[in-house]
């Protein structure tokens, strides 16, 4: 497998930074981590979308409106004139409980976390594109696995203001977890990111910096301590504020995990079982 930044940080895109998104090469399939504004810059839309499986961690917008902006769009003509033969296939999670969750348990146990619920007005559109589009669109939850090649995508819920999935892509040699938007406390990061070679994990904020009444998304020191649990090859940071250096959230993690690098538009990452480079 090999993993490709093509964005890093959130809510918006600037000159040298997109929103998230990250490539992943096995053989000839391209599997999509996220869509947010700016990504498909990186793309090459005419290769890149004839193997394309698109997974969305959740739907906040900074996660999937070059999906809308620009790959809806670009697959209705691709295939319109020849060049796109397959339709793109595209996950979204199925939308918010309106249930209590004071009680809910999920998959690993326990979660009490209250989730905000929102109208699915998000997902009503994703699952509606259809025309003027040339994709297939589909819903997962924690419990799916999606098979694209060789490649088992799984999936751990984790505490956010809407539902909220860490993906985890494996294909019997190698894996790794992208966290997708996470609070700290009751995140499945640390078990699903076990031993893996590559952690992508969201460090929205720095020490200091106020989480408001909500614990909807991680320090750079949480980052570091989950995969001080979860012991991946590399820890790597992302969804960084677009005007912050990214040296900072790095520095703030280094103590507590060593081997951490910031997610920089562009590189590329070949994962191997003996070290990725
Ligand atoms: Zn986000
Ligand atoms: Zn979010």
Not at 5 to 27: A, D
Not at 90 to 106: K, S
Not at 123 to 128: A, C, H, I, T, V
Not at 153 to 167: E, L
Request: hydrophobic content about 30%.
């Amino acid at each position: 497998m090999e993993v490709k930044v093509l964005g890093s940080v959130s809510p918006h895109c600037t000159e040298k930074y997109n929103g998230p998104g990250f490539l992943i090469t096995s053989g000839e399939n391209k599997i999509l981590l996220d869509c947010g504004p700016g990504s498909t810059r990186l793309l090459d839309m005419e290769k890149d979308l004839k193997k394309m499986t698109i997974i969305i961690s959740h739907l906040h917008r900074d996660h999937y409106s070059d999906l809308i902006s620009s790959v809806a769009y670009t697959s209705y003509v691709l295939h319109n004139l020849g060049i796109l033969e397959n339709k793109v296939k595209v996950y979204i999670p199925e939308p918010d409980y309106y249930t209590d969750h004071e009680n809910y348990t999920n998959q690993y146990g326990h979660y009490d976390y209250k989730l905000v619920t929102k109208p699915i007005l998000d997902y009503q559109l994703l699952m509606n594109l259809g025309f003027e589009s040339y994709l297939d669109v589909q819903t997962y939850n924690s419990d799916s696995k999606i098979q694209i090649g060789d490649v088992t995508a799984t999936f751990g819920y984790n505490p956010h203001n809407i539902m909220s999935h860490s993906i985890k892509l494996s294909d019997g040699e190698v894996s790794m977890v992208y966290s997708g938007d996470t609070g700290y406390q009751y995140n499945n990061i640390e078990k699903l990111a076990k031993g893996t070679n590559l952690l992508i994990c969201e460090s929205t904020l720095l020490r200091g910096q106020s989480k408001g009444n909500h614990d909807y998304h991680l320090y750079a020191h949480e980052a570091a301590k989950i995969a001080y649990v979860s012991k991946p090859s590399i820890l790597m940071l992302t969804h960084f504020w677009p005007t912050i250096e990214k040296e900072k959230y790095v520095a703030e993690a280094l103590p507590i995990f060593s081997n951490t690098i910031p997610a920089e538009e562009g590189h590329i990452l070949k994962l191997t079982n003996k070290k990725s480079t």
